[in-house]
């Protein structure tokens, strides 16, 4: 093994990859549109990764000491990960050279699909609102370093002056995250493919280490978890057996493994006994592990804390982490090394608070972005003498968010104390069943669409004058009437059964509620990447929640006046309000959930008194908060599940509530879906080909279900034939009574032409899919 330089004092596990203004973002989407060539996203990549190394540095990372991250990737982390090792489905192989690798377009293919090549499944990366691509693994795959452009980003760095610490997905947990093939056996799992994996992880330590790499950070979040179908000990034994192989390595340099997202628990002991130098404990969402006072460090494994939170945007309370960091100094004994890093990587919050002046100057002073968190990190490291004045303007601002008006309305908190069982329960299904089908005249499989239509260039400046002031109200109104025509129009050529109005006038699912509910804040360039170069703003929830007066009911009734369909009303539930915006940190979630609930049960009585007969409460993060721990979920399901149920038992009988659920494996939660007790539930399925399907039908789902045909996060556009197979495939284990026919998730992302081709092929698949019914 070459000699390792000692682990910087101060790092973090890894930076946004974006950008400040999104420049990677727009680099990628021009070579998707053809405007650019592979060698000029090369270009532009290349010159980002250069101003993020030298913002780094500047914020106080050293250059030569692996403190920097190098953690670029221009889609996905775990793609990077399963391209590099050649880890890419048979379907793909034409787009592969005679070495196995893939070109930006290849990989890009791989990432969003093709004609009727499909795309690899996504999904959320552990409990956060990123989704990562689902590698394929079966016997069939031959893993081998098949290409190394993570070393040559090293290479890139080194060339410029900066000694960066390369990123990976650690092996474990890039086969827990996987699925198995189609080619695979029954009864195989991607972990089958362990050893095979970990000799290519050698050979690519080895490239490292040839190119001059002190230290690897190898990120293992799954450790962190007990939900996969293993149990703890056999993990442990899994973790023992690769790491002691890869540290054993003759050539590699020194190995950092980070576990983020949840405490690390039993897996740090057979960690600490296998030889790596350094394991990143998250002692934001953990504690001190009791494994630490036990384990032998004997002055080789070093202890990374994770004290400074990745995952929210709110200043550390450096008093607190400054004594969890004496903890661990206590439990690991005088031989050991600790040293102070983010719980998890930065590219869960926005680059900086500095691009914020608009956010008012209090509420800015509680924030923390990516470049604010370095600053905390070496403010830690360094300690409350060295770094007096950081600790003492962490004790001002906790002592000002919490005596700051609105952080407590005491009217809100009267209103949530008042709650009874009564405000959380509708009447029975099958009498809101015959309610609904008197009032409502449907075929056999509706059809309808999630919410969102494609938001056209015209659309955003109109809102952009708006906000600008550039142009009146009333022409504000007429601009997004027109479009709510036009998307009316569509849907009736068509010949979709429920409507909706297309949501023209919200820039994002979350941030329009934010805008309107008392309580948030919002962002003009907290962008965050969520999946591939699609980025979001998360609004920021510091106070008591609670609607100062309507926000939808203009535009669906607008809607619903321009049709004799039925027109759904749409919002978003209180669950995902919480998952897609930084949460304040000072109360559990469930209170503050209720608080939120109780402002949509507003909305949803305005609805149902202005006429609209079907309102759909949108959660499709109700998976994502699913802790990584068993003994979590409980509590877990109880507060989420009643949120949403708080926000919609007001409905009367007749008025149908809908809900859509998208990103995850519902298998998991399915007992909770029906706990949510909507009337009609669509999830996405598409991707996966219907994978949900069987766990509806065995745990006996009697309400409306739409798993979702049509995957709207690629641009290709579905065949009848191929949408008319899903339905067949949910047919077999769905009563048709129950079925609706419905995309993935909303259609903003996507453009004119190709939604109306796939909508299109959508309403002939269910035509097609009631003659198989009838028949």
Same mark, same amino acid.
């Given at each position: 093994?070459t000699q390792h330089t000692?682990?910087?004092?101060?790092?973090i596990?890894?930076?946004?990859?974006?950008?400040?203004?999104?420049e990677?973002k727009?680099a990628?989407e021009?070579?998707?549109?053809g405007?650019?060539?592979?060698?000029?996203?090369?270009?532009?990549?290349?010159a980002?990764r250069a101003d993020?190394?030298?913002r780094?540095?500047?914020l106080g990372?050293?250059?030569?000491d692996?403190s920097?991250?190098?953690d670029?990737t221009?889609?996905?982390?775990?793609?990077?990960?399963?391209?590099?090792?050649?880890?890419?489905?048979?379907r793909?192989?034409?787009?592969?050279?005679?070495n196995?690798?893939l070109?930006l377009?290849g990989y890009?293919t791989?990432?969003r699909?093709?004609?009727?090549r499909?795309?690899?499944?996504m999904?959320?990366?552990f409990?956060?609102?990123?989704?990562?691509?689902?590698?394929?693994? &079966? %016997?069939? /795959?031959?893993?081998? $370093?098949?290409?190394?452009?993570s070393? *040559?980003?090293?290479t890139e760095?080194?060339? =410029?002056?900066v000694?960066?610490?390369p990123v990976?997905? &650690? %092996?474990? /947990?890039?086969l827990? $995250?996987?699925?198995?093939s189609?080619? *695979?056996?029954?009864?195989?799992?991607?972990? =089958?493919?362990?050893?095979?994996?970990?000799?290519?992880?050698?050979?690519?330590?080895?490239?490292f280490?040839?190119a001059?790499a002190?230290?690897?950070q190898?990120?293992?979040?799954?450790?962190?978890?007990d939900?996969?179908p293993?149990?703890?000990?056999?993990?442990?034994?899994l973790v023992s057996?690769?790491?002691?192989?890869?540290?054993g390595?003759?050539?590699?340099p020194?190995?950092f493994?980070?576990?983020p997202y949840?405490r690390?628990?039993?897996?740090?002991?057979?960690?600490?006994r296998?030889?790596?130098?350094?394991?990143?404990?998250d002692l934001?969402?953990g504690?001190?592990?009791d494994d630490?006072?036990?384990a032998?460090?004997?002055?080789?494994?070093?202890v990374v804390?994770?004290l400074?939170d990745?995952?929210?945007?709110?200043?550390t309370?450096l008093?607190?982490?400054?004594?969890?960091?004496t903890?661990?100094r206590?439990?690991?004994?005088?031989e050991a090394?600790v040293?102070?890093?983010?719980?998890t990587s930065?590219?869960h919050?926005?680059?900086?608070v500095?691009?914020?002046?608009?956010?008012?100057?209090q509420?800015?002073?509680?924030?923390?972005?990516?470049?604010?968190?370095?600053?905390?990190?070496?403010a830690?490291?360094?300690?409350?003498?060295?770094?007096?004045?950081?600790?003492?303007a962490?004790?001002?601002?906790r002592a000002?968010r919490a005596g700051a008006?609105?952080?407590t309305?005491p009217?809100?908190?009267?209103?949530?104390g008042?709650?009874?069982?009564?405000?959380?329960a509708r009447?029975?299904?099958?009498t809101r069943?015959?309610?609904q089908r008197?009032a409502?005249?449907?075929?056999?499989?509706?059809?309808?669409?999630?919410?969102?239509?494609p938001?056209?260039a015209?659309?955003?400046r109109?809102?952009a004058k708006?906000?600008?002031?550039?142009i009146?109200g009333e022409?504000y109104?007429?601009?997004?009437?027109?479009?709510?025509?036009?998307?009316?129009?569509?849907q009736?050529?068509?010949?979709?059964?429920?409507l909706?109005h297309g949501?023209?006038?919200?820039n994002?699912?979350?941030?329009?509620?934010?805008?309107?509910?008392?309580?948030?804040a919002?962002?003009q360039?907290g962008?965050?990447?969520?999946?591939?170069?699609r980025?979001?703003r998360?609004?920021?929830?510091w106070?008591?929640?609670?609607r100062p007066e309507?926000?939808?009911v203009q535009?669906?009734?607008?809607?619903?006046s321009?049709?004799d369909k039925?027109?759904k009303g749409m919002?978003?539930?209180?669950?995902?309000i919480l998952?897609?915006?930084f949460?304040?940190?000072d109360?559990?979630?469930?209170?503050?959930?209720?608080q939120?609930a109780?402002?949509?049960?507003?909305?949803?009585?305005?609805?149902?008194?202005?006429?609209?007969g079907?309102?759909?409460v949108?959660?499709?993060?109700?998976r994502?908060?699913?802790?990584?721990?068993?003994?979590e979920?409980?509590?877990y399901?109880?507060?989420?599940v009643?949120?949403?149920?708080?926000a919609?038992?007001?409905?009367g009988?007749?008025?149908?509530?809908h809900?859509?659920?998208?990103?995850?494996?519902?298998?998991?939660?399915?007992g909770?879906?029906?706990?949510?007790d909507?009337?009609?539930?669509s999830?996405?399925?598409?991707?996966?080909?219907?994978?949900i399907?069987?766990?509806?039908?065995?745990?006996?789902?009697?309400?409306?279900i739409?798993?979702g045909?049509y995957d709207?996060?690629s641009p290709?556009v579905?065949?009848?034939?191929?949408?008319t197979?899903?339905?067949r495939i949910?047919?077999?284990?769905?009563d048709p009574?129950q079925l609706?026919?419905?995309p993935?998730?909303g259609?903003?992302?996507?453009?004119?032409?190709?939604?109306?081709?796939?909508?299109?092929?959508?309403?002939?698949?269910?035509?097609?899919?009631?003659?198989?019914v009838?028949?």
């Amino acid at each position: 093994m070459t000699q390792h330089t000692p682990f910087p004092a101060a790092t973090i596990l890894g930076y946004p990859r974006i950008g400040p203004d999104r420049e990677l973002k727009r680099a990628v989407e021009s070579f998707w549109a053809g405007r650019t060539d592979a060698a000029e996203l090369t270009a532009s990549a290349r010159a980002l990764r250069a101003d993020l190394r030298t913002r780094l540095r500047g914020l106080g990372l050293d250059a030569q000491d692996a403190s920097i991250p190098s953690d670029f990737t221009f889609y996905d982390q775990v793609l990077s990960v399963a391209a590099q090792v050649g880890a890419i489905p048979a379907r793909f192989d034409d787009l592969r050279d005679q070495n196995g690798s893939l070109d930006l377009a290849g990989y890009f293919t791989v990432a969003r699909g093709e004609g009727d090549r499909a795309p690899l499944e996504m999904t959320k990366w552990f409990d956060s609102n990123y989704h990562y691509l689902v590698p394929e693994i &079966g %016997p069939e /795959t031959a893993f081998d $370093l098949v290409e190394t452009p993570s070393v *040559a980003a090293f290479t890139e760095a080194a060339e =410029d002056g900066v000694i960066t610490r390369p990123v990976l997905v &650690g %092996p474990i /947990t890039f086969l827990l $995250l996987s699925k198995a093939s189609e080619a *695979a056996p029954d009864g195989f799992s991607p972990l =089958d493919r362990i050893d095979d994996l970990t000799a290519v992880y050698a050979r690519w330590l080895a490239a490292f280490a040839e190119a001059g790499a002190p230290w690897v950070q190898l990120d293992e979040p799954g450790l962190v978890s007990d939900t996969w179908p293993i149990s703890r000990a056999e993990l442990g034994e899994l973790v023992s057996r690769v790491y002691t192989t890869l540290a054993g390595a003759s050539e590699r340099p020194a190995l950092f493994v980070a576990a983020p997202y949840h405490r690390l628990g039993s897996a740090f002991t057979p960690l600490a006994r296998s030889g790596v130098e350094a394991i990143g404990l998250d002692l934001v969402r953990g504690d001190v592990p009791d494994d630490v006072a036990g384990a032998d460090l004997s002055g080789v494994t070093l202890v990374v804390a994770g004290l400074v939170d990745g995952h929210n945007v709110w200043r550390t309370d450096l008093d607190a982490a400054h004594e969890k960091l004496t903890a661990l100094r206590g439990a690991a004994g005088p031989e050991a090394t600790v040293a102070v890093s983010t719980s998890t990587s930065l590219f869960h919050v926005p680059h900086t608070v500095a691009d914020e002046p608009q956010l008012p100057a209090q509420l800015r002073s509680w924030l923390a972005f990516a470049d604010e968190k370095v600053g905390e990190v070496r403010a830690l490291a360094a300690g409350p003498e060295r770094a007096a004045d950081a600790f003492e303007a962490s004790r001002a601002v906790r002592a000002n968010r919490a005596g700051a008006e609105g952080v407590t309305v005491p009217v809100v908190r009267e209103r949530t104390g008042r709650l009874s069982k009564a405000d959380f329960a509708r009447s029975d299904y099958p009498t809101r069943q015959a309610a609904q089908r008197a009032a409502l005249d449907l075929p056999e499989l509706p059809t309808t669409t999630i919410g969102s239509f494609p938001q056209t260039a015209e659309v955003r400046r109109a809102r952009a004058k708006a906000r600008r002031g550039d142009i009146t109200g009333e022409e504000y109104l007429a601009a997004m009437r027109a479009e709510i025509d036009r998307v009316i129009a569509l849907q009736e050529e068509l010949g979709l059964d429920v409507l909706v109005h297309g949501e023209p006038e919200r820039n994002d699912m979350v941030q329009y509620f934010a805008e309107n509910l008392d309580g948030f804040a919002v962002t003009q360039n907290g962008w965050v990447q969520s999946y591939g170069s699609r980025c979001t703003r998360p609004s920021i929830l510091w106070g008591d929640v609670s609607r100062p007066e309507p926000i939808t009911v203009q535009w669906s009734t607008y809607a619903a006046s321009r049709t004799d369909k039925p027109v759904k009303g749409m919002l978003t539930g209180p669950v995902t309000i919480l998952a897609w915006s930084f949460v304040r940190d000072d109360q559990p979630l469930g209170e503050t959930a209720n608080q939120v609930a109780l402002a949509l049960r507003d909305e949803v009585a305005d609805l149902e008194a202005a006429g609209i007969g079907l309102i759909q409460v949108d959660e499709p993060a109700l998976r994502e908060l699913l802790p990584l721990r068993q003994e979590e979920h409980e509590d877990y399901l109880d507060w989420s599940v009643n949120a949403f149920r708080l926000a919609t038992a007001g409905a009367g009988d007749a008025t149908q509530v809908h809900t859509h659920l998208c990103y995850s494996e519902f298998g998991e939660v399915i007992g909770a879906i029906d706990g949510l007790d909507a009337d009609v539930t669509s999830v996405e399925a598409a991707r996966s080909k219907m994978e949900i399907v069987p766990d509806i039908a065995d745990s006996s789902f009697a309400r409306g279900i739409g798993p979702g045909v049509y995957d709207i996060h690629s641009p290709r556009v579905p065949s009848t034939a191929e949408l008319t197979g899903l339905l067949r495939i949910a047919l077999g284990s769905v009563d048709p009574h129950q079925l609706w026919v419905n995309p993935d998730c909303g259609l903003k992302t996507r453009g004119y032409e190709e939604t109306t081709a796939s909508l299109r092929n959508l309403v002939a698949a269910a035509r097609e899919a009631r003659a198989i019914v009838q028949a």
